[in-house]
């Protein structure tokens, strides 16, 4: 098969992409969730292909200008095997919609000459409600042999036609790529193949907990791509959050593994290191249905120090909830100065060096609460507790971010409320001695905590669902890092490792002190 019809496919709809992208604002597009695929991800996305079938029937929900269908043929037409090709493509964009048409017919022009059957259907309709009944009929949705998509990235309400009509894996507010990888899932024939680039934000949480159950009884992953850098998936539009592709097939059969791959700037210099990884690792069946996306054994060690320990955090009898101030719903207790009947309100700015600081004056922010009977509801009961800020920026180093504060506080203060940017890491039933909580503060000072919690959560947000979900040791064992950690004089994240590894070696007596030895009691599933 001549060479130019490989390269050329992708090169024309990539052109003509580049035209429209001239005239709209990003700004817009951005609006819609529109993102259009870069030249090199839809190659990798192509590469997945398995399917050397002779007939192939394939969807495209949220086409764009069908680069992604465009770098597809090249794959299957570069195999020769191929003699009908089967495309419908969804796309509402009436700006881009002839675009797509122009694309798809001069495909089908090359296609001829080759003498290869290429059938194209574009439907600007919607795609969830056009196969609203689909949806609902079993035996009747099973049409593709396989899908690939770029879905648009964009909240709607959970009162939207289309969350309707998927109600059943619908939490909370949803977004609409979810529902595009639940329909295309739908779709597909048995063992029909699943290629998607979707942000990270589905493998964890409680929104997206309905739909990770119903996808992976479905359809089972069997490779992810991760990109190091944030925007480096779609560098010309700017997409600050994280995106992944993954690779699925449609079956119920549980794989033996998975192969996870990562590159720092997919556009420009490909990936960089590859793992295969046991499946239940990546997607342990405990209930969540999280999904774990290590990339080194660096990240494997971490999980399965966690994991070892058996049981969550929830179990062992802790639990972090939010601070219950919210400062624009009680703007009349706000103030700015100490005050006769004022406690310290607890801001994220609080924290330094792993202790609460509260200083006389915040600019832009009011370090002091009134404490009267309207406002004892908000107020945190005396007690040993464990603070964590809620947000962290991308580019800071930990996403844990920790602070004790001591019932001593309590007293040295007359109270304490807590705004809600910050979450209280407190124990269920009963009060924490000084030692869990200096204990608690080790284990969610270390590197092997914040790395776990970076494992599961793609976002910059400390999510309760997610941290409670978290393997914790025993309280027991939680008070033995607290009484340790009286030697160091300043707990950083080192010693908090050191602190942790020491506890370990008590356990395992192939310890060499200064680093930790993993055999026996730790499982590292590479291959």
């Not at 580049?18 to 951005?30: A, C, N």
């Not at 200008?65 to 043929?73: E, F, P, R, W, Y």
């Not at 992976?216 to 700017?238: C, G, H, Q, V, Y």
Request: net charge negative.
């Amino acid at each position: 098969m001549p060479c130019y019809i490989k390269m050329h496919l992708v090169e024309m709809a990539v052109e003509r992409t580049s035209s429209y992208l001239e005239d709209v604002p990003k700004l817009k597009r951005k609006d819609i969730g529109q993102f259009f695929t870069p030249t090199k991800i839809a190659c990798l996305m192509a590469d997945c292909v398995k399917n050397d079938s002779e007939t192939i029937v394939m969807l495209d929900p949220g086409a764009g200008t069908g680069i992604l269908t465009a770098a597809v043929l090249e794959k299957v037409l570069e195999r020769g095997q191929v003699k009908r090709i089967f495309v419908d493509l969804f796309e509402t964009n009436e700006e881009i919609i002839p675009i797509l048409f122009d694309n798809m017919t001069s495909i089908q022009k090359k296609m001829t000459n080759e003498r290869i059957d290429f059938t194209f259907n574009v439907i600007s309709e919607d795609f969830i409600t056009y196969n609203k009944a689909r949806w609902e009929d079993a035996e009747q949705s099973k049409q593709y042999d396989l899908v690939i998509s770029n879905p648009p990235y964009v909240k709607i309400g959970k009162e939207s036609e289309q969350a309707c009509i998927m109600e059943s894996i619908v939490f909370g507010q949803p977004n609409l790529y979810c529902l595009f990888m639940a329909m295309a899932s739908k779709l597909l024939k048995d063992d029909g193949e699943f290629i998607f680039i979707v942000p990270r934000s589905f493998t964890s949480g409680l929104y997206f907990s309905k739909f990770r159950e119903w996808f992976l009884n479905e359809m089972k992953i069997l490779e992810i791509f991760t990109f190091e850098s944030r925007n480096s998936a779609f560098i010309s539009d700017k997409v600050l959050q994280e995106t992944i592709v993954i690779y699925a097939l449609k079956t119920k059969t549980v794989p033996q593994f998975v192969t996870i791959s990562e590159s720092k700037n997919i556009v420009s210099s490909g990936l960089t290191r590859s793992i295969r990884v046991e499946y239940d690792f990546c997607m342990p069946n405990d209930g969540n249905y999280f999904i774990l996306i290590p990339t080194n054994e660096s990240d494997l060690k971490t999980m399965s120090l966690m994991n070892d320990w058996g049981s969550t955090l929830m179990d062992r009898g802790y639990m972090l909830r939010t601070g219950q101030v919210v400062d624009f719903r009680e703007k009349e207790w706000l103030r700015e100065k100490y005050e006769v009947g004022a406690v310290p309100l607890i801001w994220p700015c609080n924290f330094k060096n792993g202790v609460i600081e509260i200083y006389d004056f915040l600019e832009k922010k009011p370090q002091y609460f009134l404490r009267c009977e309207e406002t004892n509801r908000v107020m945190l009961a005396p007690g040993n507790y464990v603070l964590i800020k809620r947000f962290t920026a991308k580019e800071e180093p930990r996403r844990l971010q920790c602070a004790v504060l001591p019932e001593r506080f309590f007293e040295d203060h007359g109270g304490v409320c807590i705004e809600n940017h910050v979450n209280i890491l407190t124990k269920k039933n009963g009060s924490m001695s000084a030692d869990e909580m200096m204990g608690l503060f080790v284990l969610f000072g270390s590197s092997y905590s914040d790395d776990y919690y970076r494992l599961l959560n793609g976002s910059t947000q400390v999510n309760a669902t997610e941290f409670n979900s978290m393997c914790s040791p025993t309280a027991e064992k939680i008070a033995e890092f607290g009484l340790a950690s009286r030697d160091y004089p300043a707990l950083d994240t080192k010693a908090c490792d050191t602190i942790i590894n020491d506890a370990m070696y008590a356990i395992n007596s192939q310890e060499v002190k200064g680093e930790i030895i993993w055999e026996n009691w730790m499982r590292l599933k590479t291959y």
